[in-house]
Antibody
């Protein structure tokens, strides 16, 4: 069955960077896009960007441009999210999720990774 | 960006009764060329990721109980739980995928009365 397994919780200081991984299994990795979203307490998910495991450049939400990098490793079916210049408002649970290439609704999600930014 | 607004913010319903959650988009999510509404619904329980319930506004995801149904078109949508069960206590989100970025509503918290 399909699984997206994320790396563990992180605590970072303001100004630092964080890198979260998402390893896919149970399906052909290159047949689906991977999205990253985050969710602050009491809020709905917020879309951060998308990466095509087959190749091509990722696409990022405008508000994260310049601070976010998404990469892939097809040898391990893993995608990565790196967020730099962290501030306290970046404290949230970060999720990876899968969609088809054509329609961006999300049928499988990772378990979530809590990133806490605190001095 | 398309803004998704849900109502109410919270809802308390008795077991076995009907629950109705509304979602309104700031612009249409109906794509005329295929007559499909690019609208999904998710259920999220504490400490878990969102779970896909419905896509194309009314198509139930595999394994989702048939007490969950979606309706609506254009800018106004509804998620209905026909007979509330204890395990349905959760926060529910609508999401549009008509245009990028995909956007979610603020959520509706459903509780037992």
């Amino acid at each position: 069955q399909v699984h997206l397994v994320q790396s563990g919780a992180e605590v970072k200081k303001p100004g630092a960077s964080v890198k979260v991984s998402c390893r896919a299994s149970g399906y052909t990795f290159t047949n689906y896009y991977i999205h990253w979203m985050r969710q602050a307490p009491g809020q709905g998910p917020e879309w951060m960007g998308i990466i095509n495991p087959s190749g091509g450049s990722p696409s990022y939400a405008q508000r994260f441009q310049g601070r976010v990098t998404m990469t892939r490793d097809t040898s391990t079916s893993t995608v990565y999210l790196e967020l730099s210049s962290l501030r306290s408002e970046d404290t949230a649970v970060y999720y990876c999720a899968r969609s088809t290439s054509d329609y961006y609704y999300f049928d499988y999600w990772g378990q979530g990774t809590l990133v806490t930014v605190s001095s | 960006d398309i803004v998704m607004t849900q109502s109410p913010d919270s809802l308390a319903v008795s077991l076995g009764e009907r629950a109705t959650i509304n979602c309104k988009s700031s612009q249409t999510v109906l794509y005329n060329s295929n007559n499909k509404n690019y609208l999904a619904w998710y259920q999220q329980k504490p400490g878990q990721p969102p779970k896909l319930l419905i896509y194309w506004a009314s198509t139930r995801e595999s394994g989702v109980p048939d007490r969950f149904s979606g309706s609506g078109s254009g800018t106004d949508f509804t998620l209905t739980i026909s007979s509330l069960q204890a395990e349905d206590v959760a926060v529910y989100y609508c999401q549009q995928y008509y245009s990028s970025p995909p956007t979610f509503g603020q959520g509706t918290r459903l509780e037992i009365k």
